[in-house]
């Protein structure tokens, strides 16, 4: 049985700093590419951060770029995602997902993580 468990999640002022972890269990988690999504409410549920099966490519989306930071460690079954300088606006439920692709789809991910909240406050 394949699990994914976010971690980390809270409520910071605007300028903090989150650092998020999903522990991964049941599945072959260096076959696997990774990914960050997260969703506000009566929003999309959208991509935020991937990074690849070995951890040398990583994508970011445009509002991410510059202040989070995405890693993994195959050898502890982990990824994190560090994020700095949080706005308002990073405010959302934050899941991980794993996939056999390296992709931005989030159709094309196969499992998913329950979410953890995070809330930065103005």
């Known amino acids: 049985q394949v699990q994914l468990v976010e971690s980390g999640g809270g409520f910071v002022p605007a300028g903090g700093s989150l650092r998020l972890s999903c522990a991964a269990s049941g599945l072959t988690f260096s076959s696997y590419h990774m990914a960050w999504f997260r969703q506000a409410p009566g929003t999309e549920r959208v991509l935020v951060a991937a990074?690849?099966?070995?951890?040398?490519?990583?994508y970011y989306a445009d509002s991410v770029r510059g202040r989070f930071t995405i890693s993994r460690d195959n050898a502890k079954l982990t990824m994190d995602l560090q994020m700095n300088d949080l706005k308002p606006e990073d405010t959302a439920v934050y899941y991980c997902?794993?996939?056999?692709?390296?992709?931005?789809?989030?159709?094309?991910?196969?499992?998913w993580g329950q979410g953890t909240q995070v809330t930065a406050s103005s």
């Open positions: 990074i690849n099966w070995g951890g040398g490519a990583t």
């Open positions: 997902a794993s996939a056999n692709l390296f992709t931005t789809t989030p159709g094309r991910y196969d499992y």
